[in-house]
C-alpha cells in the first residue's frame, strides 16, 4: 500500500475513541496488555482456567520451534466444556442456539440441557457403529443443529472430526476423505438454498466409491428427498440416533489430542489438512470470544454469520460460544432468502446483539441499499465485528452508521484457518478503532511487520505479517506431512510464523491488513497491493463491490483487470457503462497513481464467492488469464464465474 494511500484514508476518516459505553463494564479492562506482555505464557495459563479440566495441567509451553504443546500434561473433554458443565450449575434452560431455516417461519430453540441429551445420543449412536477415540469422522452437512451436534459428539468420544463445507464436489469431499482417512460420514439428504432442495447425499455415494475405508454413513433427513441407499453401510439419523439413550458418560483425553481437520479452500493443489488440537484451542477461542466481544452470557445473543464449514464457524458458532455458555443464532439460508430484508428481520425477532460477519457480505447489503435495515428494530445491536478479508473504509462507515446507528463498537479482525483463533483486533472499551484498520495484537499474542531480510519496519512502513511467539490454538501442523508445515509457514524467515499476509504501520503503529502477499501486482516494476486498487474503486460512489487481478501483459509485465459490481441506486451508471468505466478508471488514478490505473474494468452483477462470502480471486486470475476454470465447487453459485467469463471475452480488451 502506498503511503500517500493511508494518510489518504486518514485523512478522510476519522480514529474513534474508545465506546464509553463499554468501557466501566467491559470484560477486558487496559491492564490486560500490560499483565500479558509481562509474561504471555503465564497470561495464557491463567486464560486456560476458562475451562474445566480433568487434570489441571502443571506444564504451559513446550517449544520445539514449529512445533508447540501447550497445557501437555492436561486432560479434559470439549463436550463437557462447551455443554454439560453448563447444564450442571444450573443453567440448563438457557438458549443454546435460536436456529433460523433458509425458509422463513422455520426455526427451532435448542437450550443447553436440550443440547446435552442430543450430543449424548448421537454419541452413543457412533459408538455404537464403531467410532473411538483417535477416529477421523468426515461432517458434510448444512446449516442444522445436527451438524453442531455431531461436532461435539465426536469430540465427546476423543474421535476427529473433519467438517467438509457441503458445498464441495464429489471429488474434493473424496480427497479431503482419503487424505486423514475418514472411516465414517455423517451428513444429510440435501439441503435449502433460497427454497430449493439441493442434495448432498448423492455427492457422498460417488465419492465414496473411490473410499474404501468408510464403513459407515450417517444421513440426517432433511429435505427429504429420494436417496440411494447401501444396506449396511448407510444409517437414518432418525433410526439410529432417536432411539439412543441420552445420558452418556463422558472420558478426558489429553489437552493436545488433536480435535479437528480443517481443509484450506482455494486450491486445486492436494489439500492443506489443518489440525488443531483440544486445549490449546479451546482456551484461546473462549478467550477471544469473550474478551474481543465482550460477551455477556446471561443477556447476549452472538450471530456468527457463517458456515460451520469454515473456521470462522468452528470457533464462534460452535466452540468459542458454546464454552462462554452464550446463546447463539445459527443461520441456515444465504442472505436474501426471503428477500433482501431477510438478515435484519432475523435480528429483530431474535433480539440479536452481537453481529459478526465478512466484508463481502457487508458490501452486498451495502449494494442492496440502507433501506432495508432501516425498515427494521436493530437497537438490540451493541457490537458489530467483521472477519475474513481487510474491509474498506467506505464499508466500515456505512456498517457503523446504518446497522450500528453510530453507536457500536466494530471490531474488525485478522486471523486465519492455521492460526485457530483470533489474533489481531481492537477490544471495546480499551482500543481506538479507525475504518479499515485491524489496530494491534491482541494480548498474548506478539506479531511484527518485517521486511524482505526480516527485519521489523517503522511506523509508516509496509511488510510482511509474521507472529513471532507460539500461541494456544496454533495450527499443530498439516495432517500427515509435517515437513511441508515447516517449508509452508516458517520457511520464508526462519524462527517465525510468516502468516502469507502483508501489513502496514500507519503513523501511531496501529495495523492495517493488506491481503495476501500473492495478491501483490508488479506492473512496470511497481509493486501494487489489489487490496489497494478495490478499496479505491469501492471508494467510488457508484461502486458496490471490486475484485482486482494481475494478468500478463507483455509491456508492463502484469496489468490490472477489475471486477466490479454497481450499487442497484446508481441508475446513470448502469445506463452508460463505457462512462463510468472510465470514470472509475480516472478515480483510480488520481486516487492512488496512474501506475494503477486497471487495463480493464469488467462490469458484473455478481462476483464469485464461496459460502462463507470470501470472492474467489483465484478464478477471476483464471478468467483474467483466459485459463481453464479450476475447482468452482466451493462457490455459492458456480454459474456466476461462467458468466464474467462471457463479459470478459466480450470486452474490448485494452481500455486506455
Same mark, same amino acid.
Given at each position: 500500500?502506498?503511503?500517500?494511500?493511508?494518510?489518504?484514508?486518514?485523512?478522510?476518516?476519522?480514529?474513534?475513541?474508545?465506546?464509553?459505553?463499554?468501557?466501566?463494564?467491559?470484560?477486558?479492562?487496559?491492564?490486560?496488555?500490560?499483565?500479558?506482555?509481562?509474561?504471555?505464557?503465564?497470561?495464557?495459563?491463567?486464560?486456560?482456567?476458562?475451562?474445566?479440566?480433568?487434570?489441571?495441567?502443571?506444564?504451559?509451553?513446550?517449544?520445539?520451534?514449529?512445533?508447540?504443546?501447550?497445557?501437555?500434561?492436561?486432560?479434559?473433554?470439549?463436550?463437557?466444556?462447551?455443554?454439560?458443565?453448563?447444564?450442571?450449575?444450573?443453567?440448563?434452560?438457557?438458549?443454546?442456539?435460536?436456529?433460523?431455516?433458509?425458509?422463513?417461519?422455520?426455526?427451532?430453540?435448542?437450550?443447553?440441557?436440550?443440547?446435552?441429551?442430543?450430543?449424548?445420543?448421537?454419541?452413543?449412536?457412533?459408538?455404537?457403529?464403531?467410532?473411538?477415540?483417535?477416529?477421523?469422522?468426515?461432517?458434510?452437512?448444512?446449516?442444522?443443529?445436527?451438524?453442531?451436534?455431531?461436532?461435539?459428539?465426536?469430540?465427546?468420544?476423543?474421535?476427529?472430526?473433519?467438517?467438509?463445507?457441503?458445498?464441495?464436489?464429489?471429488?474434493?469431499?473424496?480427497?479431503?476423505?482419503?487424505?486423514?482417512?475418514?472411516?465414517?460420514?455423517?451428513?444429510?439428504?440435501?439441503?435449502?438454498?433460497?427454497?430449493?432442495?439441493?442434495?448432498?447425499?448423492?455427492?457422498?455415494?460417488?465419492?465414496?466409491?473411490?473410499?474404501?475405508?468408510?464403513?459407515?454413513?450417517?444421513?440426517?433427513?432433511?429435505?427429504?428427498?429420494?436417496?440411494?441407499?447401501?444396506?449396511?453401510?448407510?444409517?437414518?439419523?432418525?433410526?439410529?440416533?432417536?432411539?439412543?439413550?441420552?445420558?452418556?458418560?463422558?472420558?478426558?483425553?489429553?489437552?493436545?489430542?488433536?480435535?479437528?481437520?480443517?481443509?484450506?479452500?482455494?486450491?486445486?493443489?492436494?489439500?492443506?489438512?489443518?489440525?488443531?488440537?483440544?486445549?490449546?484451542?479451546?482456551?484461546?477461542?473462549?478467550?477471544?470470544?469473550?474478551?474481543?466481544?465482550?460477551?455477556?452470557?446471561?443477556?447476549?445473543?452472538?450471530?456468527?454469520?457463517?458456515?460451520?464449514?469454515?473456521?470462522?464457524?468452528?470457533?464462534?458458532?460452535?466452540?468459542?460460544?458454546?464454552?462462554?455458555?452464550?446463546?447463539?443464532?445459527?443461520?441456515?439460508?444465504?442472505?436474501?432468502?426471503?428477500?433482501?430484508?431477510?438478515?435484519?428481520?432475523?435480528?429483530?425477532?431474535?433480539?440479536?446483539?452481537?453481529?459478526?460477519?465478512?466484508?463481502?457480505?457487508?458490501?452486498?447489503?451495502?449494494?442492496?441499499?440502507?433501506?432495508?435495515?432501516?425498515?427494521?428494530?436493530?437497537?438490540?445491536?451493541?457490537?458489530?465485528?467483521?472477519?475474513?478479508?481487510?474491509?474498506?473504509?467506505?464499508?466500515?462507515?456505512?456498517?457503523?452508521?446504518?446497522?450500528?446507528?453510530?453507536?457500536?463498537?466494530?471490531?474488525?479482525?485478522?486471523?486465519?484457518?492455521?492460526?485457530?483463533?483470533?489474533?489481531?483486533?481492537?477490544?471495546?472499551?480499551?482500543?481506538?478503532?479507525?475504518?479499515?484498520?485491524?489496530?494491534?495484537?491482541?494480548?498474548?499474542?506478539?506479531?511484527?511487520?518485517?521486511?524482505?531480510?526480516?527485519?521489523?519496519?517503522?511506523?509508516?512502513?509496509?511488510?510482511?505479517?509474521?507472529?513471532?511467539?507460539?500461541?494456544?490454538?496454533?495450527?499443530?501442523?498439516?495432517?500427515?506431512?509435517?515437513?511441508?508445515?515447516?517449508?509452508?509457514?516458517?520457511?520464508?524467515?526462519?524462527?517465525?510464523?510468516?502468516?502469507? !499476509?502483508? =501489513?502496514?504501520?500507519?503513523?501511531? #503503529? &496501529?495495523?492495517?491488513? $493488506?491481503?495476501?502477499?500473492?495478491? %501483490?501486482?508488479? /506492473?512496470?516494476?511497481?509493486?501494487?497491493?489489489?487490496?489497494?486498487?478495490?478499496?479505491?474503486?469501492?471508494?467510488?460512489?457508484?461502486?458496490?463491490?471490486?475484485?482486482?487481478?494481475?494478468?500478463?501483459?507483455?509491456?508492463?509485465?502484469?496489468?490490472?483487470?477489475?471486477?466490479?459490481?454497481?450499487?442497484?441506486?446508481?441508475?446513470?451508471?448502469?445506463?452508460?457503462?463505457?462512462?463510468?468505466?472510465?470514470?472509475?478508471?480516472?478515480?483510480?488514478?488520481?486516487?492512488?497513481?496512474?501506475?494503477?490505473?486497471?487495463?480493464?474494468?469488467?462490469?458484473?452483477?455478481?462476483?464469485?464467492?464461496?459460502?462463507?462470502?470470501?470472492?474467489?480471486?483465484?478464478?477471476?486470475? !483464471?478468467? =483474467?488469464?483466459?485459463?481453464?476454470? #479450476? &475447482?468452482?465447487?466451493? $462457490?455459492?453459485?458456480?454459474?456466476? %464465474?461462467?458468466? /464474467?467469463?462471457?463479459?470478459?471475452?466480450?470486452?474490448?480488451?485494452?481500455?486506455?
Amino acid at each position: 500500500m502506498s503511503e500517500a494511500r493511508l494518510e489518504a484514508w486518514l485523512d478522510e476518516t476519522r480514529s474513534f475513541e474508545p465506546s464509553q459505553q463499554f468501557a466501566a463494564s467491559a470484560n477486558a479492562q487496559p491492564s490486560i496488555y500490560v499483565d500479558a506482555a509481562a509474561d504471555p505464557v503465564a497470561y495464557w495459563r491463567t486464560q486456560a482456567d476458562r475451562l474445566t479440566w480433568t487434570k489441571a495441567p502443571t506444564k504451559t509451553l513446550e517449544w520445539d520451534r514449529p512445533f508447540a504443546k501447550w497445557f501437555g500434561d492436561g486432560t479434559l473433554n470439549a463436550a463437557y466444556n462447551c455443554v454439560d458443565r453448563h447444564v450442571e450449575a444450573g443453567r440448563g434452560e438457557k438458549v443454546a442456539y435460536h436456529w433460523v431455516g433458509d425458509a422463513e417461519g422455520e426455526s427451532r430453540t435448542i437450550t443447553y440441557a436440550d443440547l446435552q441429551k442430543m450430543v449424548a445420543q448421537a454419541a452413543n449412536a457412533l459408538s455404537e457403529i464403531g467410532v473411538k477415540a483417535g477416529d477421523r469422522v468426515a461432517v458434510y452437512m448444512p446449516m442444522i443443529p445436527e451438524a453442531v451436534v455431531t461436532m461435539l459428539a465426536i469430540v465427546r468420544l476423543g474421535a476427529v472430526h473433519s467438517v467438509i463445507f457441503a458445498g464441495f464436489s464429489a471429488e474434493a469431499l473424496a480427497s479431503r476423505i482419503l487424505d486423514s482417512d475418514c472411516q465414517v460420514v455423517v451428513t444429510a439428504d440435501g439441503a435449502f438454498r433460497r427454497g430449493a432442495a439441493a442434495p448432498l447425499k448423492p455427492a457422498v455415494d460417488e465419492a465414496l466409491e473411490s473410499c474404501p475405508n468408510v464403513r459407515a454413513v450417517l444421513v440426517v433427513r432433511r429435505t427429504g428427498g429420494d436417496v440411494a441407499w447401501v444396506d449396511g453401510r448407510d444409517h437414518w439419523w432418525h433410526d439410529l440416533v432417536e432411539r439412543q439413550s441420552d445420558t452418556h458418560t463422558y472420558e478426558s483425553f489429553p489437552a493436545e489430542q488433536t480435535l479437528l481437520i480443517m481443509y484450506t479452500s482455494g486450491t486445486t493443489a492436494k489439500p492443506k489438512g489443518i489440525f488443531h488440537t483440544t486445549g490449546g484451542y479451546l482456551t484461546q477461542v473462549a478467550t477471544t470470544h469473550y474478551n474481543i466481544f465482550d460477551v455477556k452470557a446471561e443477556t447476549d445473543v452472538c450471530w456468527t454469520a457463517a458456515d460451520i464449514g469454515w473456521i470462522t464457524g468452528h470457533s464462534y458458532i460452535v466452540y468459542g460460544p458454546l464454552v462462554n455458555g452464550v446463546t447463539s443464532v445459527m443461520y441456515e439460508g444465504l442472505p436474501d432468502s426471503g428477500g433482501r430484508d431477510r438478515w435484519w428481520k432475523i435480528i429483530e425477532e431474535n433480539k440479536v446483539t452481537i453481529l459478526y460477519t465478512a466484508p463481502t457480505t457487508i458490501r452486498t447489503l451495502m449494494k442492496w441499499g440502507h433501506q432495508h435495515p432501516a425498515a427494521h428494530d436493530l437497537s438490540s445491536l451493541r457490537l458489530l465485528g467483521t472477519v475474513g478479508e481487510p474491509i474498506n473504509p467506505e464499508a466500515w462507515m456505512w456498517y457503523r452508521e446504518h446497522i450500528g446507528s453510530g453507536r457500536c463498537p466494530i471490531v474488525d479482525t485478522w486471523w486465519q484457518t492455521e492460526t485457530g483463533a483470533i489474533m489481531i483486533s481492537p477490544l471495546p472499551g480499551i482500543t481506538s478503532t479507525k475504518p479499515g484498520a485491524a489496530m494491534r495484537a491482541l494480548p498474548g499474542i506478539q506479531v511484527d511487520v518485517v521486511d524482505n531480510e526480516g527485519k521489523s519496519v517503522g511506523n509508516g512502513e509496509g511488510g510482511y505479517l509474521v507472529i513471532t511467539h507460539p500461541w494456544p490454538s496454533m495450527t499443530r501442523g498439516i495432517y500427515g506431512d509435517p515437513e511441508r508445515f515447516k517449508e509452508t509457514y516458517w520457511s520464508r524467515f526462519p524462527g517465525v510464523y510468516f502468516a502469507g !499476509d502483508g =501489513a502496514k504501520r500507519d503513523a501511531d #503503529g &496501529d495495523l492495517w491488513l $493488506l491481503g495476501r502477499i500473492d495478491d %501483490v501486482m508488479n /506492473i512496470s516494476g511497481h509493486r501494487l497491493s489489489t487490496t489497494e486498487v478495490e478499496h479505491a474503486l469501492v471508494g467510488h460512489r457508484a461502486v458496490a463491490e471490486a475484485a482486482v487481478v494481475g494478468a500478463t501483459d507483455e509491456t508492463t509485465g502484469q496489468a490490472i483487470v477489475a471486477f466490479v459490481t454497481l450499487k442497484l441506486s446508481a441508475e446513470d451508471a448502469q445506463k452508460d457503462q463505457a462512462g463510468v468505466i472510465s470514470e472509475l478508471r480516472e478515480h483510480v488514478s488520481r486516487t492512488i497513481s496512474p501506475i494503477a490505473k486497471p487495463r480493464q474494468i469488467i462490469l458484473t452483477p455478481e462476483l464469485p464467492k464461496t459460502r462463507s462470502g470470501k470472492i474467489m480471486r483465484r478464478l477471476l486470475r !483464471d478468467v =483474467a488469464e483466459n485459463r481453464p476454470l #479450476g &475447482d468452482v465447487t466451493t $462457490l455459492m453459485d458456480p454459474t456466476v %464465474v461462467n458468466s /464474467i467469463a462471457v463479459l470478459m471475452s466480450e470486452s474490448s480488451g485494452d481500455e486506455e
